[in-house]
């Protein structure tokens, strides 16, 4: 692996606007000993010059990895890896939805003012998302934001598949031999892995290494094209051996190995709104697409790279082939709820239970340190213990008196931020061998 960089000092101009991030760090404390410079954000750490410079910035590309429970943000500049964050999304907002409905409903039986009704009036508009995937969606939008606020971006790279169905459709590359460039070899497999479920063809077996294998075998003739393709559990791929599935009894996969995969059936509605969103935001030609199986081939092929939210978010972020030095600095990001909303304030309401801000001068989700281990903030009481919670996990480390409390970070814009020392976060690999 190339050689690992230290984490960079992110620089805004006067005026706010993002510059290129510097790792000259004895020119940084420099313009802040001299009052040239002030602190912006300790972590990750971002100053301000008060004074113009000739502005200089390279192309600066943004990769996003999208994921359901967590996001990864890369950002490569000069053939280095400026920023790699991974962003942990809110899951509890189906449950806190339901919740809601359920206070509701009780007040139904309360002695209360009317209500008008209010389901009558309420239609699904063209792209309506269910609020969960909404808050995803938002949430991996902000968090471009969050890097755009802290480096001069030129492009977002978002991969909306795992293959790319247009190219599918065209014989010239389907026909060629699948062998022939690995990047196509990735190509060929994520297609297939689509196509046939991640299953065996033969004996529907999933969840263990599948081959790539051949309809008509090759030594009768069968080709290379994807129409001539299965996948097949090792069992099955050897008891076939040298006969067509046909003669192993399987007609119904030679007839379906010749139907093409509908276009777009792959592309979930999560990634539609992605890309419509950061468009809409940082316009058309700033925001670019890619696939699964060049992002696959960029991490595995090129790079060298485990598998996590964050090296996936390099290895789309990159040109095709490039080589880039990773960063030793890994941010780890998680949106919190940002308030009560006033849902118990109104003019109306009988009780007012909105809890207090501040309990004893600490907020909820303030990164803390208590008795050796990190943590945040997950629970306050006027009197007694404070709930200590684990960052990446969420679940209750300790319950501590607030007086033992060490404060390491305050949230900021809606996030709960602290750079990881240790492992990102695995995330299940699942695949086919490219055995044919
Ligand atoms: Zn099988």
Same mark, same amino acid.
């Given at each position: 692996?190339? +050689?690992?960089?230290?984490?960079?000092?992110?620089?805004?101009?006067?005026?706010?606007?993002?510059?290129?991030?510097?790792?000259?760090? +004895?020119?940084?404390?420099?313009?802040?000993?001299?009052?040239?410079?002030?602190?912006?954000?300790?972590?990750?750490?971002?100053?301000?010059?008060?004074?113009?410079?000739?502005?200089? /910035?390279?192309?600066?590309?943004?990769?996003?990895?999208?994921? /359901?429970?967590?996001?990864?943000?890369?950002?490569?500049?000069?053939?280095?890896?400026?920023?790699?964050?991974?962003?942990?999304?809110?899951?509890?907002?189906?449950?806190? !939805?339901?919740?809601?409905?359920?206070?509701?409903?009780?007040?139904?039986?309360?002695?209360?003012?009317?209500?008008?009704?209010?389901?009558? +009036?309420?239609?699904?508009?063209?792209?309506? @998302?269910?609020?969960?995937?909404?808050?995803?969606?938002?949430?991996?939008?902000?968090?471009?934001?969050?890097?755009?606020?802290?480096?001069? !971006?030129?492009?977002?790279?978002?991969?909306?598949?795992?293959?790319?169905?247009?190219?599918?459709? $065209?014989?010239?590359?389907?026909?060629? *031999?699948?062998?022939?460039?690995?990047?196509?070899?990735? *190509?060929?497999?994520?297609?297939?892995?689509?196509?046939?479920?991640?299953?065996?063809?033969?004996?529907?077996?999933?969840?263990?290494?599948?081959?790539?294998?051949?309809?008509?075998?090759?030594?009768?003739?069968? %080709?290379?094209?994807a129409t001539n393709l299965a996948l097949a559990c090792e069992g099955c791929n050897g008891r076939k051996g040298n006969r067509t599935a046909t003669e192993f009894g399987y007609p119904q996969i030679q007839a379906q190995a010749r139907v093409p995969l509908k276009d777009g059936a792959h592309v979930s509605s999560l990634k539609t709104a992605l890309v419509s969103q950061l468009t809409r935001e940082f316009g058309t030609d700033r925001v670019a697409i890619t696939y699964?199986?060049?992002?696959?081939?960029?991490?595995?092929?090129?790079?060298?790279?485990?598998?996590? *939210?964050?090296?996936?978010?390099?290895?789309?972020?990159?040109?095709?082939?490039?080589?880039?030095?990773?960063?030793?600095?890994?941010?780890?990001?998680?949106?919190?709820?940002?308030? +009560?909303?006033? !849902?118990?304030?109104?003019? *109306?309401?009988? $009780?007012?239970? %909105?809890?207090?801000?501040?309990?004893?001068?600490?907020?909820?989700?303030?990164?803390?340190?208590?008795?050796?281990? @990190?943590?945040?903030?997950?629970?306050?009481?006027?009197?007694?213990?404070?709930?200590?919670?684990?960052? %990446?996990?969420?679940?209750? @480390?300790?319950?501590?008196?607030?007086?033992?409390?060490?404060?390491?970070?305050?949230?900021? $814009?809606?996030?709960?931020?602290? /750079?990881?020392?240790?492992?990102?976060?695995?995330?299940?690999?699942?695949?086919?061998? %490219? $055995?044919?």
């Amino acid at each position: 692996m190339a +050689n690992v960089m230290p984490q960079p000092v992110y620089v805004l101009a006067p005026s706010g606007k993002p510059l290129m991030p510097t790792h000259r760090r +004895n020119k940084v404390w420099y313009w802040l000993r001299k009052g040239l410079a002030e602190v912006v954000c300790r972590d990750p750490f971002t100053i301000r010059l008060r004074f113009e410079t000739k502005r200089y /910035s390279q192309p600066v590309t943004v990769g996003v990895d999208t994921g /359901s429970q967590a996001v990864g943000v890369a950002a490569i500049a000069d053939g280095q890896v400026a920023y790699q964050a991974e962003v942990q999304l809110r899951t509890d907002v189906s449950s806190r !939805l339901m919740q809601r409905r359920q206070y509701r409903r009780t007040r139904r039986s309360r002695k209360t003012r009317y209500r008008a009704r209010r389901f009558v +009036n309420r239609r699904r508009l063209p792209g309506w @998302l269910p609020p969960s995937l909404r808050s995803k969606v938002a949430s991996t939008v902000k968090a471009v934001r969050f890097v755009a606020s802290i480096l001069p !971006l030129c492009q977002i790279k978002v991969e909306v598949g795992s293959f790319d169905t247009q190219k599918m459709q $065209h014989p010239e590359i389907q026909g060629r *031999h699948y062998q022939q460039g690995q990047l196509e070899g990735y *190509h060929l497999r994520e297609y297939l892995l689509a196509k046939w479920q991640r299953r065996c063809a033969y004996c529907g077996a999933s969840g263990l290494p599948l081959q790539i294998e051949h309809i008509v075998p090759k030594s009768r003739g069968g %080709s290379d094209r994807a129409t001539n393709l299965a996948l097949a559990c090792e069992g099955c791929n050897g008891r076939k051996g040298n006969r067509t599935a046909t003669e192993f009894g399987y007609p119904q996969i030679q007839a379906q190995a010749r139907v093409p995969l509908k276009d777009g059936a792959h592309v979930s509605s999560l990634k539609t709104a992605l890309v419509s969103q950061l468009t809409r935001e940082f316009g058309t030609d700033r925001v670019a697409i890619t696939y699964g199986y060049e992002t696959k081939y960029q991490r595995i092929g090129v790079l060298d790279l485990p598998k996590s *939210h964050a090296n996936d978010a390099i290895a789309i972020a990159c040109e095709r082939g490039q080589r880039v030095n990773p960063s030793s600095a890994l941010y780890q990001l998680r949106c919190v709820p940002r308030g +009560n909303y006033q !849902l118990f304030n109104g003019k *109306h309401s009988e $009780h007012r239970v %909105s809890a207090p801000k501040k309990v004893r001068g600490w907020k909820l989700w303030e990164v803390v340190e208590a008795k050796g281990q @990190l943590g945040y903030i997950g629970g306050r009481r006027l009197k007694g213990s404070f709930v200590v919670k684990d960052l %990446s996990t969420g679940k209750t @480390l300790l319950e501590v008196a607030p007086s033992k409390l060490l404060r390491r970070a305050r949230p900021s $814009h809606g996030w709960m931020i602290s /750079s990881a020392p240790d492992a990102p976060i695995p995330t299940k690999e699942s695949g086919a061998s %490219s $055995h044919p």
